[in-house]
């Protein structure tokens, strides 16, 4: 394997943990605050299809960036509304959210798909760093939303863990009643939250279709929202492992394109032999194994979720 | 400061979730409609082709009756576990996974009688999707794994071995490099009944009305639903959870996986990657708004079946099929807002309000 190739899987690999990390991270906050949203997928969809959009009418990355967190924003208010707002079942308002979410992206870029794009995001390399070997053109040499995804990361740490807004965010997942008790607007605290879940998801979303695969394709999500999820509860509800679980996802993630093109054997077995059907199934095998060993890992202790995670709260029924 | 307040209504409507359905559908072809008006289209123009290609006549009725015979297996399949709250989004993939072991026993076995080639196949489907979910129904019972992501994610991974198989080892021969798999024989179509319904429609439909019964008329069922509702309860009643959990879903599993061999011996004529078509994840809405009941199964996947048909058609008007989708999702949301406000009551509540209230 040359030097060049083992740099380019660590470039994508930074790529596409920068993808389901800003997803994963959008819907830590809504179960932080007590809010399952299973409709990240969709909020990527759409996000992915109004970013590529918004790209071919304006021409600027950064006004189709804006967009897509918008529509994601708005996307989550609908999961806000029947979930929180009204308190109906969240797994079914979030599974309902998937599949429509999908379904519109469809129908929404119908006439869009395989269109060549006006524009997309570039690489910025940062003066002074890029320049380190090996590791410049990993970390220094991205496109701008791989550093927005790290500056987000830090914010949200502080947010959770330094601010009364986060503790109110943290104590409303904990125990609605109590934070109700206290004076803070359960309603609101959930509503930002799912919103504010549903604006990074959306923003990841069209990070795909501006940068990683631009252009718009049905289906171009392709369950990535779904590992989102899953890295929410490897991360155990924190940032900051979050990060180092999107890492992990977004090696295997990168991977799997290029192991094609890697001549080496590995048990025996010469990798680029092996089918790419197969190695596509790699990133969800790993969420399940990667499952299985986190709750192996906590069968004896409680578990790290928020306690409310999933529990609507109506205050006449407290 | 006024603002809305729901209030538990002290009698709550007879019958709302079929009410929150029908509601459900109206509110879902309004926002439909508008979402067609926005896009230049006439929505009275194409509801009419939905209607007349769905309903409209006994050819229109089979070809819905086709499509809601994979839903209702689907839709009881998904059922099977949410009557003990555990939640199977990946129908889709065991659906696949029953195929494709349905497709391998088809292969192995030469020169099997129709009926009996039927019978095993329709068993080997049963099987596959069984096997899909074993890891985790195992995972779910044993470490407390949400079943949720587990599935979902296996959907992806026989979604890949079908693509797998098809460019390699069963690859046709006969089919001229073209990478697809050879057909299943002749002798294992479902026999038909009328127009495009074939017997898979009274399987499902037999299936329907067991798992009514055993879920409702019968201490395993009765078990089933204490396990799901208060866990700790049907623990001091001797139930084992660990057990129940673990057949919930593998019967789930086995049930989706008959979909998929019904499904390919009845109406596709070889496995697919696209032989699942979103049946698995349809099934699930479908539950959802029977709430989980069998006898609420079958009418929902009636309808939806007329949803998916009325969507093919009106690709001719030059509308995207996307919209039975939406239109899907749209049922299923407006559903769970009216049955909402059928069990609750908006009060404004403020500071003058609040005594003159009780």
């Known amino acids: 394997m040359s030097e060049a190739a083992l740099v380019g899987l660590f470039v994508a690999t930074v790529q596409f943990a920068t993808l389901v990390y800003l997803a994963a991270l959008g819907e830590l906050f809504a179960e932080r605050a007590g809010v399952l949203n299973l409709g990240v997928e969709g909020m990527m969809a759409m996000g992915a299809v109004s970013g590529f959009m918004v790209g071919l009418e304006t021409g600027s990355p950064w006004a189709a960036f804006a967009a897509a967190i918008v529509v994601g924003a708005l996307v989550g208010g609908l999961h806000a509304l029947i979930s929180v707002v009204l308190g109906a079942d969240q797994v079914v ?3 309902a959210l998937t599949i429509g979410g999908v379904g519109l992206a469809a129908y929404v870029g119908r006439n869009v798909g395989g269109r060549i794009p006006e524009t997309q995001f570039t690489d910025m390399s940062i003066a002074g760093l890029a320049d380190i070997r090996w590791f410049g053109e990993i970390f220094f040499d991205q496109p701008p939303v791989v550093y927005l995804a790290v500056g987000l990361g830090l914010v949200s740490w502080f947010v959770l863990a330094r601010t009364r807004l986060g503790l109110a965010l943290r104590a409303v997942g904990e125990s609605a009643p109590t934070t109700d008790a206290v004076g803070h607007s359960v309603m609101g605290l959930r509503v930002g939250a799912v919103m504010v879940g549903g604006a990074f998801a959306g923003g990841a979303g069209s990070f795909l279709s501006l940068y990683m695969a631009p252009g718009w394709v049905e289906g171009m999500v392709a369950g990535r929202g779904w590992i989102a999820v899953a890295l929410v509860i490897f991360g155990a509800w924190h940032p900051g492992r979050l990060a180092f679980g999107a890492l992990l996802f977004g090696f295997t993630l990168a991977l799997q394109p290029r192991l094609q093109s890697f001549d080496i054997g590995l048990l025996g077995v010469q990798v680029n032999e092996i089918s790419p059907a197969l190695l596509g199934m790699m990133p969800f095998l790993l969420t399940v194994v990667v499952l299985v060993i986190i709750s192996w890992r906590y069968r004896h202790r409680p578990s790290p979720a928020p306690a409310d995670l999933g529990i609507a709260y109506r205050r006449e029924e407290r | 400061m006024m603002r809305p307040v729901l209030v538990r209504r002290d009698r709550v409507l007879p019958a709302t979730q079929a009410l929150g359905f029908v509601v459900g559908i109206v509110g879902a072809l309004v926002l439909g409609a508008i979402l067609l008006l926005v896009s230049d289209n006439n929505p009275v123009e194409v509801y009419e082709r939905m209607f007349d290609s769905a309903l409209g006549g006994i050819d229109s ?6 499509r809601a015979t ?39 076995t030469d020169g099997l009688s129709g ?8 068993a080997s489907g049963v099987v596959g999707g069984m096997v899909l979910m074993l890891g985790p129904a195992l995972a779910r019972s044993y470490l407390g794994v949400s079943e949720i992501i587990t599935t979902l994610m296996l959907v992806y991974v026989s979604i890949r071995v079908v693509e797998w198989l098809e460019v390699g080892h069963w690859k046709d021969a006969g089919s001229l490099g073209f990478p697809r798999i050879e057909e299943v024989p002749a002798q294992a179509a479902l026999p038909g009944l009328f127009g495009r319904v074939n017997i898979g429609a009274l399987i499902a439909l037999g299936l ?5 019964l055993a879920v409702s008329r019968t201490a395993w069922g009765y078990e089933l639903r204490l396990a799901g509702s208060s866990p700790n309860t049907a623990r001091y009643a001797g139930v084992s959870l660990r057990r129940k959990i673990l057949a919930a879903l593998l019967l789930s599993g086995g049930i989706a996986g008959l979909a998929g061999a019904v499904q390919l011996t009845g109406t596709e004529v070889r496995l697919t990657p696209g032989l699942s078509n979103g049946f698995g994840f349809s099934g699930i809405i479908v539950a959802a708004l029977a709430l989980m009941r069998p006898s609420g199964v079958a009418v929902v996947a009636f309808v939806f079946g007329a949803v ?35 069990n609750y009551r908006v009060r404004w509540a403020g500071a003058a309000s609040e005594h003159s209230d009780v």
């Open chain 1, 93 to 95: 308002s979030g599974l």
């Open chain 2, 61 to 66: 009725l089979s070809r819905t009756l086709e």
């Open chain 2, 70 to 108: 994979p839903l209702a297996l689907t839709g009881l399949a998904v059922a099977v576990a949410g009557s003990m709250g555990l939640w199977n989004i990946g129908a889709e993939g065991q659906m696949m996974a029953g195929a494709t072991l349905a497709t391998g026993v088809a292969m192995m």
């Open chain 2, 115 to 122: 009926p009996l080639l039927i019978a095993v196949m329709l």
């Open chain 2, 208 to 212: 329907l009305v067991v798992f009514s």
């Open chain 2, 308 to 342: 998916q048909v009325g969507g093919q058609s009106i690709q001719t008007l030059g509308v995207s099929s996307a919209i039975s989708t939406i239109l899907q999702a749209m049922i299923l949301f407006s559903a769970l807002a009216a049955v909402v406000f059928f």
